[in-house]
C-alpha cells in the first residue's frame, strides 16, 4: 500500500510507535554520505521545518538527511538503530521541503542483531539484511506512508538506500515494540508496563487537541509541554457540589499482563493547564482486540487531587491488586498529562 500525500489521512499502522524515533532512543548510526545534512535528522521527532535564507558553509541549511550529488555510479543509504526492537508494519518516508532534490526511489530492509555492532560493521557485508519495502516511488515534499511487506520478525536495525542520492526529512519506522522480557525479569524489579520501551501502547482517548496520547507513556520526562497528552477546554460542565462530573479519558494497553503495585501521574510543565484531579481505572482482557467494555473496569487509584507541574507518585493509594492487561485514566475535566508510569510485576 502506497499513501502518498502532503495532507490526507494516514493509515491505521501510523498510530503505532515510531520505532526509529530518537524520544525511543533511535539512532541514525551511519550513512554512506551525508554531506549537505546530517543523518541524525531522520530520526528527530520533530516535523520537519523550512528556514529560507539559512545556508550552512556547505550549502542550503535543510532539516533532514542529504547527501552530495552523485558523479559516480551506485547510490546513498543509511542505517538506522531501532530505540526499541519490534514487528515492523509501515513507514513514512517523509520528503518535506526537497523539492528538485528529493530522491528517485528508495527501498528499506530490516535485520534483528544481537550484539552490539559499530557503525563499520554495519556497514559491511555481515549483516544480512531482509527486504521489507521493495523499491518504491518518491514525490517531493511529500508524506509517503508505505505498509511493511509482513514478513513478521522482530527487527532492531533498518537500511533505507536511496536512489541514486537526494534529501529525505524523516524516516518514521512504525511497530508492535517486542522487549526481551526475560531480561526485563531478571533485574529483579518492577517495571513500568505501560512504557512505550516495553511494549505499551496508548490505544484510544477521546481528546487529543493539544497533545498526542502517545506522549504519555514515551521514555524520559517531558522536554516541554508540548511533549505531553493534553485535551481543549471542556464547556458547559455539569458540575456535583464543587467538582466537575465531566472527565477526558484515555486507554493504555500494557506491554504484558502484570500486577501493578506502583503509579506515577506526572503533571511536569503543566501549571495553569493541570487537571483537577484524575482516576485510574484497570482490568483484564487477555489478548482481545480494541478498548475494553465499560463494565470490565475495576478502580486502581480512586479519584485524586492533581497539582500543577508536580510527580504524584501513588502506592498505598492503589486499590486493585489482580493482573490486568488495560489501565485508563481519567483526567477532571480536561487538561494536560506529561507521563504516566504503571510500574508493576509482570505474570
Known amino acids: 500500500m502506497l499513501n502518498t500525500s502532503a495532507t490526507g489521512a494516514a493509515p491505521e499502522f501510523a498510530q503505532l510507535i515510531d520505532l526509529a524515533s530518537s524520544r525511543m532512543g533511535g539512532q541514525a548510526v551511519v550513512a554512506s554520505d551525508d554531506f549537505f545534512a546530517e543523518k541524525e535528522n531522520l530520526v528527530k521527532p520533530e516535523v520537519p521545518v523550512f528556514i529560507a535564507g539559512k545556508f550552512t558553509e556547505r550549502g542550503k541549511w535543510m532539516d533532514g538527511w542529504e547527501s552530495r550529488r552523485k558523479r559516480e555510479p551506485g547510490n546513498d543509504w543509511c542505517i538506522v538503530k531501532l530505540g526499541a526492537p519490534g514487528i515492523i508494519r509501515g513507514f513514512n518516508v517523509d520528503t518535506a521541503h526537497f523539492n528538485g532534490n528529493q530522491p528517485e526511489h528508495c527501498t528499506i530492509e530490516a535485520a534483528e542483531l544481537v550484539d552490539e555492532p559499530d557503525a563499520k560493521a554495519l556497514a559491511g557485508s555481515g549483516v544480512s539484511w531482509t527486504t521489507v519495502l521493495d523499491r518504491t516511488r518518491l514525490e517531493p515534499s511529500r508524506e509517503h506512508f508505505v505498509a ?200
Open 148 to 347: 511493511a511487506d509482513g514478513h513478521g520478525r522482530r527487527c532492531t536495525h533498518v537500511r533505507l538506500s536511496i536512489f541514486p542520492d537526494g534529501g529525505v526529512a524523516r524516516l518514521r519506522v512504525y511497530g508492535e515494540v517486542v522487549p526481551d522480557w526475560e531480561w526485563l525479569r531478571s533485574f529483579d524489579k518492577l517495571i513500568d508496563l505501560a512504557g512505550a520501551v516495553n511494549g505499551g501502547l496508548v490505544i484510544e482517548a477521546n481528546n487529543m487537541h493539544f497533545g498526542s496520547r502517545h506522549n504519555l507513556i514515551m521514555p524520559g520526562r517531558a522536554a516541554n509541554m508540548g511533549d505531553g497528552w493534553e485535551t481543549r477546554r471542556k464547556r458547559g460542565l455539569t458540575w456535583a457540589g464543587m467538582q466537575p462530573v465531566e472527565y477526558d479519558w484515555c486507554v493504555v494497553r500494557l506491554g504484558r499482563q502484570g500486577t501493578i503495585r506502583a503509579v506515577e501521574v506526572d503533571t511536569n510543565h503543566f501549571k495553569g493547564n493541570f487537571p483537577e484531579s484524575c482516576a485510574i481505572e484497570c482490568c483484564d482482557v487477555g489478548g482481545a482486540a480494541g478498548v475494553p467494555s465499560e463494565g470490565a473496569w475495576r478502580s486502581l487509584l480512586p479519584r485524586t487531587k492533581l497539582t500543577a507541574d508536580r510527580q504524584h507518585v501513588f502506592e498505598r493509594e492503589l486499590m486493585c491488586a489482580e493482573p490486568s492487561t488495560h489501565a485508563r485514566l481519567k483526567i477532571y475535566p480536561d487538561g494536560g498529562v506529561s507521563r504516566l508510569r504503571l510500574h508493576g510485576v509482570p505474570t
